[in-house]
C-alpha cells in the first residue's frame, strides 16, 4: 500500500478507537451481555413455556395502568406477572403488575427486567440517543474495515502479532454482527411494515392489542414492543397458532417471519445457545482487540525518552555524545548537583525540544566533536532545530571536549555556541575546552558551574582517563579479494595483551600512529567471555587523493593494515563505549545494521552471544559491494545463523545483480518484522558505518517505515527517532 494511505488509515485505526473507546466498549460489552439471552433462552427451553395472557385482560390492566400510553414494551412472564416498560424523563423504568388484580409488585420493580434495560443500554444509551449508537457503529465499522489494511496476518508470539491475527481471524464474525446492526438501523432486511406517516399518533400497547384481536382473532399475548413510535408489534396465539402482528394506525399486518433474518443475526437468535456463543464470541473478541491495542499503544507512549533526575527540574545538563564520553561526565555532572541540593534533570540533546530548553533556569552541554569538526551524530538534528528557535531567556553554559591535535579543535562545541547564540541564548559562563583526557577540566569547570548556581557539590569522582595496553599482532588477513579491484581493502587484525583487559564488545582501542598525531578509533570486535587477552579489530585502509592526482594514504590505517608484522607490539588506550556495547539485559533483542568495516563490533556482539550460549534474539543485515569479494566474516556469521546464535541475516550487495541493493533497501524490504521487533520487542537497534551513506540511508529508510507502520508524518516520525536515540533504542557509530 502507498505509505501516505497507510499512513492516513493507521491515524484513523487509532485516533478514532482512542476517542470513542468509551462508547466503542460499552456498546460492545451490552451486545456481549445481550447475547447471554439467546443461550439462556435455550438452556431454559426443556421448561415448559411460559403460558400466554389472556387478550383481554391484559387490555384491561393496561388501560388501568397505562392510560397515557406511556409503555413501550410489554413482557409476561411466570406466574401471571406483567413486565411494563414505561418512558420517564428520557429513561427507561421497568414495573411489575399481577395480571389478575392490577396490584403493582414493588420488589419485582425494583430490580426490573435486566436484559431490557441492557437492550436499551445497547440501543440508545437510555437517553434515547439511538443517532450517537448509530454514528457510532457506522465509526467502529470503519475502525474493523481498516485493520487489516495496515498488517497482513502472521503468527507471532507479540502483543501486536496476536493483536493483528486476531483481527483477521474474528473479521467476519464481527463484521456480521456490526454491519447487521447498520442494516437494522437502516431498515434493510427487516420485517414489512404497515404503512407510516410522520404526524401518527404514538400506538398504545392496549389499542395494538386490540387491533389484533379485532382482525385475527387473537386469543393470548406473550409480548408487545413499540416498532417506531406509531407502531407495535404483537406476539401471541391466534386461530392459526404463534404469530406476530405489526400493527399501526392504518392497519394489522400478520408476520411470518419475525423479526427477520438481520436482526436474528444481529442479536444471535438464529440458531438458539450456538449463534448466541458466536455472538458472544464475537463481542470478547472485539474487547480483547480493543484491550490489546489500548495496551500496546499505552506502552509505545511509556517508552519515552531516557532520562535521569528529578521530577521538576530546573537545572538541565545536556550532553551530545560519540563515543560515550560525553555522556558519562554528564551524568556525573548531574550527580554531584543532585548532591548539592540542586534539581536537576539529565538528558541526551537527541530528545530535547526547542520549547523544553526556555524552561530551564540553567542549560549546561557537554559535548565532544566528530569527525572533521562536526557535532556528534546524536546532536545534529539539534542543531539543525537551533536554526529557527527563539531561545531568548535560555541561559547556558558549554563544556567542549576535544584534542588538539586534530586541525578542528573542540568545533563541535564552537557550532552548537554560536547555533545557541544565533537563538538569543545567553551565555552564562565562558566556553572550556578540553584537551585530552577531561578529568581536571571538568573538575574546574562544575566548581565554577556549582559557584553560579550558588550550590554546593557531593563527592563525586572524576572519571578515570583510557587505560594504556601493550598489545602483540598475532594474526592479520585480508578480508577482501585483492584481486578484485572494485573492493576496497580491508584486513582483520588479532592482538594479545600480556595480562587480561577490561572492555566489552563495541569498545574502543586508540591507536596513535605517531608523536603527536590524533589518536584514531577503532572498534573492538572480541569478547572476553571469549578470551580477556584478545582483541579483534576490522581496519579499512583509508586513502586521499592529493591535489597533483596522488595517493595519500592514512596514517593509522596504513600502520595497521602495512606495516606492522605479526609479533610487532602496538601500544594504544582503551576507551569504554557504553552507548554501543550489547543489551545489559541478554533477553533484549538487537538489530544490527552494518555495511564495510561496519561489521567491525558485531563481531564481538555474536561472539559473546555464542560464548554465553544465548539462543537471541538477533537480526544482523549486513551490507557491501560483492558477496564473493568482500561478504567480511561470512563464514563465521553463517555459522552463527546457522547455530541458532544469529536469528536472522540478511545481506546487501549493491554491485551483484539482484544482491539486494542496500542496508536501507533491506530494511524497507523487511518492515512489518522490523516494527514488530522495534516496537513490540523493544528491540535495540545499531547502526554502524559510513555517516554519509549508511548513517543517513538509514535515519531515511527508519523514518519512513516509522511513519507508515504508526500513521506519523515526518517531522513526527522523525522527532520519534530522536526519542528513540535519545534512550538508547537507536545507537549509532558512524564514520564521516
Known amino acids: 500500500m502507498n505509505p501516505r494511505y497507510r499512513r492516513i488509515l493507521g491515524w484513523l485505526h487509532r485516533w478514532l478507537t482512542l476517542i470513542l473507546l468509551p462508547l466503542f466498549a460499552l456498546i460492545i460489552i451490552t451486545g456481549a451481555i445481550l447475547s447471554l439471552d439467546p443461550i439462556l433462552d435455550d438452556l431454559r427451553s426443556g421448561q415448559a413455556a411460559e403460558a400466554p395472557a389472556d387478550a383481554a385482560t391484559l387490555v384491561r390492566l393496561l388501560d388501568q395502568v397505562d392510560p397515557g400510553h406511556r409503555v413501550r414494551s410489554v413482557a409476561v412472564e411466570e406466574g401471571g406477572v406483567v413486565m411494563l416498560e414505561f418512558r420517564e424523563q428520557g429513561r427507561s423504568q421497568f414495573r411489575s403488575f399481577d395480571l389478575d388484580t392490577g396490584e403493582q409488585l414493588e420488589q419485582r420493580g425494583e430490580q426490573g427486567d435486566f436484559f431490557n434495560i441492557v437492550k436499551h443500554l445497547h440501543k440508545d444509551l437510555l437517553l434515547g440517543a439511538e443517532s450517537v449508537v448509530e454514528i457510532a457503529t457506522y465509526l467502529m465499522v470503519l475502525v474493523m474495515i481498516v485493520g487489516p489494511f495496515l498488517a497482513w496476518p502472521r503468527l507471532r508470539r507479540t502483543l501486536v502479532g496476536w493483536h493483528t491475527l486476531g483481527g483477521w481471524v474474528v473479521l467476519p464474525l464481527v463484521l456480521m454482527v456490526s454491519v447487521t446492526g447498520i442494516l437494522m438501523s ?150 554531584a548537583l543532585q548532591a548539592g541540593g540542586g534539581r536537576v534533570l539529565h538528558a541526551s540533546v537527541a530528545g530535547l525540544s526547542m520549547a523544553e530548553l526556555k524552561g530551564f533556569r540553567q542549560v549546561f552541554l557537554i559535548t565532544s566533536t566528530a569527525g572533521d569538526g562536526q557535532v556528534p551524530e546524536q546532536a545534529r538534528a539539534f542543531l539543525k532545530a537551533l536554526a529557527g528557535a527563539d531561545l531568548a531567556g535560555c541561559r547556558f553554559s558549554i563544556l567542549a571536549l576535544g584534542d588538539r591535535s586534530y586541525s578542528h579543535f573542540c568545533r563541535g562545541g564552537e557550532q552548537l555556541r554560536e547555533a545557541l547564540l544565533a537563538a538569543g541564548g545567553e551565555e552564562v559562563l565562558p566556553m572550556v575546552k578540553v584537551d585530552g583526557d577531561p578529568a581536571a577540566d571538568w573538575r574546574c569547570w562544575l566548581d565554577q558551574v556549582a559557584a553560579q548556581l550558588d550550590i554546593g557539590l557531593g563527592d563525586v569522582a572524576a572519571p578515570q582517563g583510557d587505560p594504556s595496553v601493550r598489545l602483540t599482532l598475532r594474526e592479520r588477513h585480508q578480508l577482501n579479494d585483492p584481486a578484485d579491484p572494485d573492493t576496497h581493502e580491508v584486513w582483520s587484525l ?12 563495541g569498545d574502543l582501542l586508540l591507536v596513535r600512529p605517531g608523536a603527536g598525531e590524533p589518536a584514531r578509533p577503532y572498534s573492538i570486535g572480541s569478547t572476553p567471555q571469549e578470551d580477556p587477552r584478545s582483541l579483534l579489530l576490522t581496519v579499512a585502509l583509508v586513502s586521499h587523493r592529493q591535489a597533483d592526482g596522488s595517493q595519500r594514504l592514512g596514517k593509522a590505517s596504513e600502520l595497521l593494515c602495512r606495516q606492522l608484522k605479526e609479533g610487532d607490539v602496538l601500544e594504544g588506550h582503551l576507551r569504554a563505549h557504553p552507548d554501543f556495547n550489547p543489551p545489559e539485559d541478554a533477553k533484549r533483542p538487537m538489530i544490527m545494521l552494518a555495511a564495510g568495516c561496519g561489521i567491525a563490533p558485531f563481531m564481538g556482539f555474536m561472539a559473546e552471544q555464542a560464548c554465553l ?45 539482484d544482491g539486494g541493493g542496500y542496508v536501507q533497501d533491506r530494511l524497507h524490504a523487511a518492515a512489518d518484522e522490523l516494527m514488530v521487533w522495534a516496537l513490540e520487542r523493544d528491540a535495540v537497534i545499531y547502526v554502524c558505518g559510513n555517516a554519509g551513506s549508511l548513517g543517513q540511508g538509514v535515519r531515511a529508510a527508519l523514518a519512513e517505515i516509522l511513519a507508515a507502520h504508526e500513521g506519523l508524518d515526518e517531522d513526527q516520525a522523525i522527532r520519534r527517532l530522536q526519542q528513540w536515540e535519545a534512550r538508547g533504542k537507536l545507537r549509532m557509530d558512524l564514520i564521516d
Open 186 to 335: 437502516l431498515h434493510i432486511g427487516t420485517p414489512q411494515l404497515p404503512r407510516l406517516h410522520p404526524d401518527d399518533p404514538r400506538m398504545g400497547m392496549a389499542p395494538a392489542i386490540e387491533a389484533v384481536m379485532v382482525t385475527g382473532d387473537l386469543s393470548g399475548v406473550r409480548e408487545v414492543t413499540r416498532v417506531k413510535n406509531s407502531a407495535a408489534a404483537v406476539w401471541g396465539v391466534d386461530p392459526v397458532g404463534e404469530a406476530v402482528h405489526v400493527v399501526s394506525p392504518h392497519g394489522v399486518i400478520r408476520q411470518e417471519n419475525f423479526p427477520g433474518l438481520v436482526k436474528a443475526l444481529h442479536e444471535g437468535t438464529w440458531a438458539g445457545a450456538w449463534s448466541g456463543m458466536l455472538n458472544l464470541l464475537a463481542s470478547l473478541a472485539l474487547v480483547g482487540l480493543m484491550g490489546t491495542g489500548l495496551w500496546s499503544w499505552a506502552r509505545r507512549i511509556r517508552q519515552g525518552r531516557q532520562r535521569s533526575g528529578d521530577e521538576g527540574a530546573d537545572i538541565l545538563v545536556a550532553h551530545a555524545s560519540q563515543t560515550g564520553t560525553a555522556a558519562k561526565l554528564a551524568d556525573l555532572t548531574r550527580q
Open 494 to 505: 588479532r592482538f594479545e595483551s600480556p595480562e587480561p583487559l577490561a572492555f566489552r564488545p
Open 613 to 657: 550460549r544465548r539462543p537471541g534474539p538477533t537480526w544482523l543485515i549486513f551490507g557491501n559491494r560483492k558477496r564473493a569479494g568482500d561478504f567480511f566474516y561470512g563464514q563465521q556469521l553463517e555459522a552463527w545463523h546457522e547455530a541458532g546464535y544469529l536469528n536472522r541475516l540478511d545481506t546487501a550487495f549493491s554491485r551483484d545483480t
